[in-house]
């Protein structure tokens, strides 16, 4: 099955930086589009940053200039690098396949996502 897991996640001042990676599994990577996302406590959870599957890019108001988003299909890995963080970025973030994309299990068959992560906390101090 499709199976994504977040890394990198962590506690760092504002100003530092942090590069969050997600590794998929379960599906031919690269054949649908990703998205990093995250929610801050009592707050709904945003789209941060997507990446289509021919490789354009999107972000949020809030994070460009500062977070990149980037993927290696040879490792089947997904990364948004964070830059210039600051403590209104502190949020868990998840990384998830593309709303009501088909992601490929194999040619011919695919499965309707999105998929999500299970979520890494970043924290960042003032």
């Known amino acids: 099955q499709v199976q994504l897991v977040e890394s990198g996640g962590g506690s760092v001042q504002a100003g530092g930086s942090l590069k969050l990676s997600c590794a998929a599994s379960?599906?031919?990577?690269?054949?649908?589009?990703m998205g990093w996302y995250r929610q801050a406590p009592g707050k709904e959870r945003d789209v941060v940053s997507t990446?289509?599957?021919?490789?354009?890019?999107t972000y949020s108001d809030s994070v460009k200039g500062r977070f990149t988003i980037s993927q290696d299909n040879a490792k089947n890995t997904l990364y948004l690098q964070m830059d210039s963080l600051k403590s209104e970025d502190t949020a868990v973030y998840y990384c998830?396949?593309?709303?009501?994309?088909?992601?490929?299990?194999?040619?011919?068959?695919?499965?309707?996502?999105?998929?999500w992560g299970q979520g890494t906390q970043v924290t960042v101090s003032s």
């Open positions: 998830a396949t593309s709303p009501g994309a088909f992601c490929m299990i194999r040619p011919g068959e695919g499965v309707r996502g999105p998929f």
């Open positions: 990446i289509s599957n021919d490789g354009a890019t």
């Open positions: 379960g599906y031919i990577f690269n054949t649908c589009g």
